[in-house]
Each structure stands twice: as structure tokens, then as C-alpha cells.
């Protein structure tokens, strides 16, 4: 499918900015820019990758879309619908039970206190997502199958179960509210390595299947075409190339992009296989960073579906 016959995007920023303001000593005020002129689109059934180094202004992206902060300019749009524009219980209840997040720490988000059942049964009750309470068992047999547990998970406590496990449970939760747009904050990261793929296999079949859209957060350019059709490598609040995830594995154009690949630690990894030659990056990371961080708005289209922000090349050199 192109990229021009998606329809409208279930979330789009356009062109957000998001500064911070800290109190600095005798009344003055630092403002810094965590996010400058963001703009991307999600779309059902599909998932774009968030990729960046510590800092960047992944995580800011994510609570901008889910209004624990608003912009300070630009727009959020939900299905074409300023967020901004969403006041009152139902409306906010509505969009925060389809557009849900996922942590990095499974655990962290689990009360230790109650059973894997009680965890899925209140979304269910509070998002009205049964019209009676018998319904609810099947309905969590149901959620259990759908992220591959078996249901006699439903009586355990959270530490009862792996990393994986818990992981498999919130993904569960985010069924369980109806969600459409999932924003996975670095999901694997604190798994097993033996564990994540099974974990980032379960989010494909949720977009493929049930047709939830998916933000994949992540610094590790490596796992992104795991799942994301399209990837935004960020760099100090800036997206600095986008597009086709396979295409920027390929071809990746800006320093930025390059330095990550040449990060990655390990050459067996599938994703080797894509990066036609060698990103023998010679120059320092120090250097390509400094380069980066120079403004500039004009963009480089590397095919119809891959994007850099230009940078000044004598500085590569
Ligand atoms: N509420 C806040 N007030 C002030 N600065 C903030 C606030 N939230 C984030 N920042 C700053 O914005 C920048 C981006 O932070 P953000 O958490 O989005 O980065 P990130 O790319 O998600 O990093 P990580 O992978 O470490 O979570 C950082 O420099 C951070 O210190």
C-alpha cells in the first residue's frame, strides 16, 4: 500500500513544538526546546518507529499525544480532530481509552496487590466494554488468548509471571479499553533478549490482526523493522530523516542515521543483511552530532518515500 492511499491518520502532529520552562535563580526562567517541528502520522494497522538516543524527545511525543502536557505550538490531531478541542469526561475518557500506552517496565505498571483478572476486568468496567458482568469471564479468556497466555494466568499476581508475561498483560489492558493507537515506550527493552522478539511478534499480529495502529519507541534502530512499515530517527527534538523503515536501513542518508547503524553492536543481526555497504563511518560521533544540531529546514527527498533534513557536508568531511 503507498503511503498517499492510507486515508487519515488515526494521530498526526503537525509541525509540534514543545518547550519547558524551568525556574532559574532570581526569577529568570530557562526555556528549553525539547521538541521542535515534529510532524508525523500514524495510521491504523501499521506502526512507525520513534527512534532516538537518550533525551532526544521520544517519551515528550508520546505524553504530548496523550495530553499530559500540551504543545506549545503545532497540533495534535486524532482522526482529524484537534486534541485540544477534546473537553469534558466522556470525550477524554473516549480518547484515552483508544489511544493507550505501554512502558518500558512491565512491572511498574502492574499492582503487585491484584490478580492478572483484576487488572483486566476494571478497564473493562470502566470503559463500559461489557453491557454485563457475566460477560466478563469469556472476556478475559478471550484477551488471554488474544496475547497468547494461558488463562490460568488470569488468577496470579504480577510477580508470578515473567518480564514477557507481564509485558503480554498491558498489551492485554490496551485491548481490553478498545484501544486503536498503541504508544509502545521501549516495550522490550528491560526483557530478556531471548524474550523480546516474541513480545514485538505479538504487537505485528495486534496490527495486522485487530488493526491497532502502534508508535514503536525505541533507541535501538535495529528492532525497528521488526515492526514498522515507516521509521523517524530524532536527534535533539528534531525527526532528521523518515520514511520507509527498509529504505533508511538501506540508504541511510543523514550523519545521524549513519552513526546509529554503525552503533548497532551486532553484524549477525537480520538487519545487517539491508545496509548495502558498509556505514564505515570514519568521522567522530562528537563531530556528527555538533553537525546535527544545525538548524536547517530544507529536506532532501531521497525517494518518494524517504526523507532527511539537510546538513552542512564540509562539516562531515
Ligand atoms: N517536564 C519536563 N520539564 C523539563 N524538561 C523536560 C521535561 N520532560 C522532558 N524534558 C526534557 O526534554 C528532553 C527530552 O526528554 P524525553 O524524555 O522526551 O527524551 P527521550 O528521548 O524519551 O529519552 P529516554 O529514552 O531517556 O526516555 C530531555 O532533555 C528532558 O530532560
Not at 491518520?9 to 509540534?16: A, F, G, K, Q
Not at 532559574?24 to 526562567?29: A, E, K, L, T
Not at 502492574?110 to 487488572?119: F, K, S, V
Not at 514503536?216 to 514498522?228: G, V
Amino acid at each position: 500500500m503507498t503511503i498517499q492511499n492510507l486515508g487519515t491518520p488515526t494521530i498526526e502532529l503537525r509541525n509540534v513544538v514543545k518547550d519547558f520552562t524551568a525556574g532559574g535563580g532570581f526569577g529568570s526562567r530557562d526555556t528549553f526546546r525539547a521538541l521542535n517541528n515534529i510532524s508525523l502520522k500514524l495510521y491504523k494497522g501499521r506502526s512507525l518507529a520513534l527512534v532516538g538516543e537518550s533525551g532526544c524527545g521520544k517519551s515528550t511525543c508520546a505524553r504530548l499525544i496523550t495530553k499530559v502536557h500540551s504543545p506549545s505550538s503545532g497540533e495534535i490531531l486524532f482522526k482529524g480532530q484537534n486534541i485540544e478541542e477534546l473537553k469534558g469526561r466522556k470525550a477524554m475518557l473516549d480518547y484515552r481509552g483508544k489511544v493507550q500506552m505501554v512502558f518500558q517496565d512491565p512491572f511498574g505498571s502492574l499492582n503487585p496487590t491484584h490478580t492478572i483478572a483484576h487488572h483486566l476486568t476494571r478497564p473493562l468496567l470502566i470503559h463500559n466494554r461489557v453491557s454485563n458482568k457475566s460477560e466478563i469471564p469469556a472476556k478475559l479468556e478471550e484477551l488471554l488468548n488474544l496475547v497468547e497466555l494461558p488463562s490460568e494466568h488470569l488468577a496470579k499476581y504480577p510477580h508470578q509471571l515473567s518480564g514477557g508475561q507481564r509485558q503480554r498483560i498491558n498489551l492485554a489492558r490496551a485491548i481490553a479499553v478498545g484501544a486503536e493507537v498503541i504508544l509502545a515506550d521501549e516495550p522490550t527493552s528491560m526483557l530478556d533478549v531471548s524474550i523480546r522478539l516474541g513480545v514485538l511478534n505479538l504487537m505485528q499480529e495486534m496490527k495486522e490482526k485487530m488493526d491497532i495502529g502502534f508508535l514503536y519507541i525505541t533507541h535501538d534502530l535495529a528492532t525497528a523493522h521488526y515492526i514498522a512499515e515507516e521509521t523517524a530517527v530524532m536527534y535533539r527534538g528534531r525527526i532528521v530523516e523518515w520514511g520507509d523503515t527498509r529504505e533508511i536501513l538501506r540508504n541511510p542518508t543523514h550523519p545521524y542515521t549513519r552513526l546509529l547503524i554503525s552503533a548497532v553492536p551486532d553484524p549477525d543481526l537480520p538487519f545487517a543483511n539491508l545496509i548495502e555497504s558498509e556505514p564505515n563511518y570514519s568521522v567522530s560521533a562528537d563531530k556528527i552530532r555538533a553537525l546535527s544540531l544545525q538548524p536547517s529546514e530544507k529536506v532532501i527527498k531521497v525517494n518518494s518515500n524517504h526523507f532527511a533534513l539537510s546538513w552542512k557536508e564540509e562539516a562531515v568531511a
